[in-house]
């Protein structure tokens, strides 16, 4: 079983930063995060492979970063420019070299405009 810990959430007002990490108990082929906002269904933010490909959603393309520590099985987040609209619980998710996939608990981040 897979463990996944989270941490970097937090409130923050529209327009700064905060720093997601997601650390997990083993390597993993895929890392990301995803996004439930109250009344949304849950989306996806952005992913990287252990090679270091990535891929974000549109609406925050250009504002958040996505990076990988592949000898400390970690990724990370990092968001620029925070709009009210980016408030949400923020989920870690991982994909095991045998496809398997998992979730973090969440973290909630918050923008007050």
């Known amino acids: 079983q897979v463990q996944l810990v989270e941490s970097g959430g937090g409130l923050v007002q529209a327009g700064g930063s905060l720093r997601l990490s997601c650390a997990a108990s083993g390597s993993m082929f895929r890392m990301g995060w995803y996004r439930q906002a109250p009344g949304k269904q849950r989306e996806l933010v952005a992913t990287i492979t252990r090679g270091g490909t990535t891929n974000y959603a549109d609406p925050v393309k250009g504002r958040f970063t996505i990076a990988g520590d592949n000898a400390k099985n970690t990724v990370y987040l990092q968001m620029n420019s925070l709009e009210p609209e980016d408030t949400a619980i923020y989920y870690c998710?991982?994909?095991?070299?045998?496809?398997?996939?998992?979730w973090g608990q969440g973290t909630q981040v918050t923008v007050s405009s």
């Open positions: 998710h991982t994909v095991s070299r045998m496809g398997f996939d998992y």
